[in-house]
């Protein structure tokens, strides 16, 4: 039986599919190979986006976690967290420890509009807000004060949805679910009363899925208005693109029979309004000292299917602008990036050099991959891709013996060692799932109310010996 070590970098859905695969693929193999797999994270807690880009109004989403967490206990895995790739070790470390990487680090960075006032304050990025609403360890829970009473949400997928329906869904619908407490209390004390949602092109393009857009139409105590000219799929589109999409494409019948439903209201007088609007592209965010509008104009699709702007402006009256316009990838030190597409360049999960040939031993999955695209669940057949790729370069060599494999393994943890490094254990995770469980009791709020800061993790990961 051939022995393997991986390091897998990222404990997001990419990463823990990974491992998973591993162990599942090499079990299969004639004759099998035994894989032990350490997986590396930035953050002291796993699960990357799982914990701090789903919803917390998403509980079957979030149920991932508890596969998730059957890999981690997987005794053929270990769990680093708190090692940050490029900081606490380098490329140079992983390949020298490990027989072979896998880079799984996900999409962190938001995309910038590149308009005037995009740095005003009130304008964020929509990925700055996810993260404070999901308690993420490098946001300040004082971050966002929801003064505003308007919202504008610029993008139509399903980012936008999720931000959009924090914003305006009843916060006491929140107090069961593990949002942290002082970011329920930032809701609670919410002014926000109207939130625009606002896309380019039309409904047929937008990128929500159906069952995410429906949601927004059911919050109780919600009017939902859209525009009938903009739901009406001729009006601004001369090219007939919409029309094709919704004839070859189920999702976008789906959404457009949302949308028109939403069209055909007449608002109920509720406290908070969502307006979705369509062909508006954004030309400047207004205000001198905070934001105090945004610009758009008209869009239209002209006859060769061109995406142009009509001249015809319109400014909406918002004090906060979320831009929810995707994520990227950030590069990682030493590791081959793609300026353009924010992604590792690859081939089936290999990493290419600058001469496009694999570099040995170096392989990607998830986001970094293939960039921000896809459900969770496409990350699973997308590490397997990479998994295939992997075993059959790594296996059926003459492998090392245990105490070379072993020395090897421990090469990492005594680098960090000597680094002031000290990784955070799964049974260290656990103590900290075990502190949300008890804060959740103490303010009887559901089953857990995650810790609202880095500081509070890392005490509950360490607490002081007695
Ligand atoms: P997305 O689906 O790619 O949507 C990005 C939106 O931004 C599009 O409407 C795009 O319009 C628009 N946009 C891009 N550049 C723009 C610009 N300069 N000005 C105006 N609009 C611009 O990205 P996302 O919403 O960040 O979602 C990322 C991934 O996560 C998706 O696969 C999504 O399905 C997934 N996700 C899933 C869930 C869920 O299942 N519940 C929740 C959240 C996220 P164009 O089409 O015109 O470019």
């Given at each position: 039986m051939t022995g393997l070590d991986v390091a897998v970098v990222g404990s997001g859905p990419a990463g823990l599919y990974t491992a998973e695969a591993l162990i599942k693929q090499a079990a299969a193999l004639d004759p099998p190979a035994e894989v032990r797999v350490d997986v590396l994270d930035r953050l002291p807690t796993p699960y990357g986006l799982v914990r701090y880009g789903v919803a917390p109004d998403h509980p079957s989403i979030k149920s991932i976690a508890e596969y998730l967490r059957k890999i981690l206990e997987n005794p053929q895995v270990r769990f680093l967290g708190g090692v940050h790739l490029g900081d606490d070790v380098t490329r140079a470390d992983l390949l020298a420890s490990y027989d072979a990487v896998v880079y799984a680090t996900g999409a962190m960075r938001d995309r910038r509009l590149?308009?005037?006032?995009?740095?005003?304050?009130?304008?964020?990025a929509a990925t700055g807000f996810v993260n404070w609403y999901c308690g993420?360890?490098?946001?300040?829970?004082?971050?966002?004060?929801?003064?505003?009473e308007s919202v504008a949400v610029i993008g139509v997928g399903n980012v936008a949805v999720d931000v959009a329906r924090i914003l305006v869904r009843d916060p006491a619908e929140l107090a069961s679910t593990d949002v942290s407490q002082p970011v329920l209390d930032t809701l609670t004390a919410s002014k926000v009363r109207e939130v625009h949602v606002i896309g380019r092109r039309g409904p047929a393009q937008a990128k929500f899925t159906t069952k995410e857009l429906r949601e927004l139409g059911e919050l109780a105590g919600v009017d939902i208005v859209v525009p009938a000219q903009e739901a009406d799929l001729a009006a601004f589109d001369a090219a007939g693109e919409g029309e094709r999409l919704a004839e070859s494409d189920r999702r976008v019948r789906g959404n457009l029979a949302v949308i028109s439903g939403w069209a055909a209201r007449s608002p109920a007088g509720h406290a908070r309004r969502l307006t979705v609007r369509f062909w508006l592209r954004p030309v400047k965010i207004e205000g001198a000292e905070r934001v105090s509008g945004l610009t758009v104009e008209r869009t239209r699709l002209d006859e060769q299917g061109r995406l142009t702007g009509t001249g015809e402006l319109e400014t909406i009256s918002v004090q906060m602008v979320l831009r929810s316009v995707g994520y990227q990838s950030v590069p990682l030190a030493g590791v081959p990036f793609d300026e353009r597409s924010c992604t590792v360049p690859n081939e089936a999960g290999r990493v290419l050099g600058p001469d496009g040939a694999p570099l040995p031993r170096e392989y990607v999955s998830g986001w970094l991959k293939r960039g921000p695209t896809g459900v969770i669940g496409t990350n699973k057949s997308d590490a397997a891709d990479t998994v295939r790729s992997l075993l059959a370069d790594c296996c059926g060599g003459e492998g090392r013996d245990e105490a070379a494999r072993a020395a090897a393994r421990e090469h990492l943890t005594g680098e960090l060692a000597a680094r002031g490094v000290l990784p955070v254990s799964y049974a260290d995770w656990l103590r900290v799932e075990q502190a949300e469980m008890s804060l959740a009791a103490a303010l009887g709020r559901g089953a857990r109310v995650k810790l609202a800061s880095r500081a509070a993790i890392d005490a509950a990961c360490r607490p002081p010996v007695a």
């Open positions: 590149g308009v005037e006032g995009e740095d005003l304050p009130g304008s964020y993420h360890p490098d946001m300040d829970p004082g971050t966002f004060s929801l003064d505003a």
